[in-house]
T-cell receptor, first 110, second 117 residues
């Protein structure tokens, strides 16, 4: 069965430090992966799609099929990056279901 | 362009009661999905509606049911409420299943906080 794992519940870094939010998935097919972010008192919103290979707000994520990972990275964290981050796997053969990880809370300290 | 709106924002129900949650999809979106988010966990897929029919379902019992209307808005109904149904219920809209979701992802509402006592 498909599964998304985010091993860290909380990640705390200082402003300007590099950030890596880990995401591992298990899925036998070709994965479609996303990162969603939820800032304080705001709704869940799309941050990145692996298919577009884009960089949003300085964040990037590379799909590594060998390691079944889709880690989210940013070279220099900003205080406004503090939020809840969710990795999600899209399954087309199950009603286009998004399977979410448990989330990682990123705290960027001044 | 309007986003996804959900109502009500908060709700308190008694165990055994029934509840209906409502969602209006973002303009231009014809697919609506519902998710349950328990405290401290990621959202879990309940079901998806496309063209007024259920297009997929997660691991939820039949007492969770839904509807989609011609204007693409949707309802989530939960019968015989249990204490474990207490959660944030999220509605998400998107373009058609397939490329519409891959290319643009889902747009989420702010959710309805349901408390069952």
């Amino acid at each position: 069965a498909q599964r998304v794992t985010q091993p860290e519940k909380l990640l705390s870094v200082f402003k300007g430090a590099p950030v890596e939010l880990k995401c591992n998935y298990s899925y036998s097919g070709s994965p479609e992966l996303f990162w969603y972010v939820q800032y304080s008192r705001q709704r869940l919103q799309l941050l990145l799609r692996h298919i577009s290979r884009e960089s949003i707000k300085g964040f990037t994520a590379d799909l590594n099929k060998g390691e079944t990972s889709f880690h989210l990275k940013k070279p220099f964290a900003q205080e406004e990056d503090s939020a809840m981050y969710y990795c999600a796997l899209l399954l087309f053969n199950a009603g286009n279901m998004l399977t979410f990880g448990g989330g990682t809370r990123l705290m960027v300290k001044p | 362009e309007t986003g996804v709106t959900q109502s009500p924002t908060h709700l308190i129900k008694t165990r055994g009661q029934q509840v209906t949650l409502r969602c209006s999809s973002q303009s231009g979106h014809n697919t609506v999905s519902w998710y349950q988010q328990a405290l401290g966990q990621g959202p879990q897929f309940i079901f998806q509606y496309y063209r007024e029919e259920e297009n997929g379902r997660g691991n939820f019992p039949p007492r969770f049911s839904g509807l989609q209307f011609p204007n693409y808005s949707s309802e989530l109904n939960v019968n015989a409420l249990e204490l474990d149904d207490s959660a944030l219920y999220l509605c998400a809209s998107s373009g058609p299943p397939g490329q519409g979701i891959t290319n643009y992802g889902y747009t989420f509402g702010s959710g309805t906080r349901l408390t069952v006592v």
